[in-house]
């Protein structure tokens, strides 16, 4: 909104913002007595604690960061997290399978390449926390998706104008230091965690919702039969 306006001179009032809406919470919405245990229980990951990275195995969706996270786990002996992606591989999946096994990872990986709507949100339902250190954006539908499930998301900080109100939904972290995200994982309280995830919440019902979306919708075409009509 603030590039239409500063570059292209664009009127304020004729501008309308509309977040992403995830079709995951729909499909959830209209699935709720669907047994997604039974999913976790074919992942083999009843019982454990895991952190998501929902993400396509795109260079510039940073997977070596979790490598580099999970390298420092081990060197502290931390064995209450495991990490687990998902997605397609476009052409980096040979290499963070490689660099698991070279640094001798495995116990802390799980890696689904292929999963349908329904094993994506039972591993939303079902998880610690939501990371993605990307070096794309702004922003991306797994922001989104973890404000519905209510999961604490650690996200890039660098991705977001520092003004922008979704700053207080998501932990930031510097991709370039795994430290980083370590030092937060460990220093994060329950009551902040709480807090934020309210917000996020909030959020999504008031920006993100279909209901939403639709007023929007319908908005613009009501403006825009006035203009037609004048």
């Given amino acids: ?27 959830y919405e209209s699935n709720k007595n669907f047994d997604y245990q039974k999913i976790l229980k074919d ?11 929902p993400a396509t195995f795109w260079p510039h969706k940073n997977h070596q960061y979790l490598i580099d996270v999970a390298k420092i786990f ?3 002996n931390k064995k209450d997290f495991i990490f687990v992606l998902c997605g397609s591989d476009k052409g980096t999946l040979k ?4 660099e698991i096994k070279d640094f001798e990872l495995e116990n802390y990986f799980r890696i689904f390449e292929f999963i349908n709507d329904k094993e994506l949100i039972s591993l939303y339902l079902n998880s610690s926390k ?27 900080d660098h991705l977001i104008d520092s003004d922008d109100e979704l700053n207080d939904l998501f932990i930031g972290i510097n991709i370039r230091e795994p430290n980083d995200f370590y030092e937060k994982l460990y220093s994060l309280s329950e009551d902040k965690e709480i807090e934020i995830i309210k917000k996020a919440k909030d959020f999504f019902e008031r920006r993100c919702s279909s209901d939403i979306f639709k007023k929007n919708y319908l908005d613009i075409i009501n403006d825009f039969i006035k203009i037609k009509n004048w």
């Fill in 95 to 98: 290499k963070i399978k490689k």
């Fill in 130 to 156: 939501i990371l993605m250190p990307t070096d794309g954006g702004p922003t991306n539908l797994p922001m989104f998706e973890s404000f519905y499930f209510e999961k604490i998301i650690f996200y890039s």
């Fill in 74 to 76: 081990k060197s502290n």
């Fill in 1 to 27: 909104k603030r590039e239409l306006k500063e570059i292209y001179k664009c009127d304020e009032k004729k501008i309308k913002i509309q977040n992403f809406i995830p079709y995951i919470p729909r499909i």
């Fill in 43 to 53: 992942f083999n990951l009843v019982n454990k604690k895991y952190i998501l990275y």
